[in-house]
C-alpha cells in the first residue's frame, strides 16, 4: 500500500521560511518523479513543483519560481519543498504526489498539510 505522508506546514509571516516534507512508502520512490501540489479555499488544485527520479530535473510554476525549491533523498525515500519569501497568496494545503516510471498523470497523494501565510 502506498503512503505519502507530508509533514513541516504551518503559519509563518510574510517573508518567512517553511520546508515541507513528504516521506514515502509501499512504491519504488527512487524510479518515482514526485511532486508538490496545492489548494487555496475556493480554488483548484494547481501544480507547484516537479522532481525526477534522478533529481536531475525539477520544474516549476511561474508562481513559485525562484522561491520554491524541490529537492529529494532517495535513500531516505523523502521529498522536501523549500519554501522562502512565503506570500499571503501561498496560503493553502500543500500535496505530495508520486508518479510511477512510465506513467503521465500522478497516481499517489498524500492528505495534504496545511501552509498559513499572514500578511
Known amino acids: 500500500q502506498v503512503q505519502l505522508v507530508e509533514s513541516g506546514g504551518g503559519l509563518v509571516q510574510a517573508g518567512g521560511s517553511l520546508r515541507l516534507s513528504c516521506a514515502a512508502s509501499g512504491l519504488t520512490f527512487s524510479s518515482s518523479a514526485m511532486g508538490w501540489f496545492r489548494q487555496a479555499p475556493g480554488k483548484e488544485r494547481e501544480f507547484i513543483a516537479g522532481?525526477?527520479?534522478?533529481?536531475?530535473?525539477?520544474s516549476y510554476a511561474d508562481a513559485v519560481k525562484a522561491r520554491f525549491t524541490i529537492s529529494r533523498d532517495n535513500a531516505k525515500n523523502t521529498v522536501y519543498l523549500q519554501m522562502d519569501s512565503l506570500k499571503p497568496e501561498d496560503t493553502a494545503i500543500y500535496y505530495c504526489?508520486?508518479?510511477?516510471?512510465?506513467?503521465?498523470?500522478?497516481?499517489?497523494w498524500g492528505q495534504g498539510t496545511q501552509v498559513t501565510v499572514s500578511s
Open positions: 504526489a508520486a508518479r510511477r516510471a512510465g506513467q503521465t498523470v500522478y497516481n499517489y
Open positions: 522532481i525526477n527520479w534522478s533529481a536531475g530535473s525539477a
